[in-house]
């Protein structure tokens, strides 16, 4: 079997709806290829030609979404106040190079988005996820990102 997938009771959530969103799609798409194929034999009808062209693309990603969706197991909850920061956690960052003061939440790969509830999300294999597993308040580091490195100390780590 392959490998387990960890993430968070909120991407498994995010997962599972955006399986369902793309479950309606296919069916509405399938739908309208049926419906197409009814009213005209217009070899021309651009709903149809649409229908055609994205069938093989949401197939492909309910697939890629059933098979993460299987391999997944959700992380336990955190507490209040973790000691270190696992998948999960919610982390207050100080950019000690930048001078500015981020927070971020360190997630799995899989479940990334740009920014959920105000909080941005890290994935664990980035540079930054990788550096923030297993540290503490008060630990510093440095990452090396595309634009050099950056020195981040973590101020605080809750649970989200």
Request: charge should be negative; aromatic fraction near 2%.
């Amino acid at each position: 079997m392959a490998d387990k997938i960890e993430m968070t009771a909120e991407g498994y959530a995010r997962l599972q709806a955006e399986l369902q969103k793309e479950r309606d799609r296919l069916d509405d798409a399938v739908t309208t290829m049926a419906a197409s194929k009814d009213e005209a034999m217009d070899v021309e009808d651009r709903s149809l030609e649409a229908a055609q062209f994205n069938l093989p693309v949401m197939e492909a990603r309910i697939q890629e979404l059933e098979d993460v969706l299987t391999r997944a197991v959700v992380v336990e909850e955190l507490p209040e106040h973790p000691d270190s920061v696992r998948l999960g956690s919610v982390v207050t960052l100080q950019d000690e190079t930048h001078g500015r003061e981020l927070t971020v939440q360190l997630v799995s790969g899989v479940e990334v988005s740009a920014l959920v509830e105000g909080v941005t999300q890290v994935s664990d294999d980035s540079p930054v996820g990788q550096a923030l597993i297993g540290r503490r308040e008060g630990d510093s580091m440095e990452v090396e990102l595309p634009s050099g490195a950056t020195r981040y100390t973590v101020k605080g780590i809750s649970g989200h």
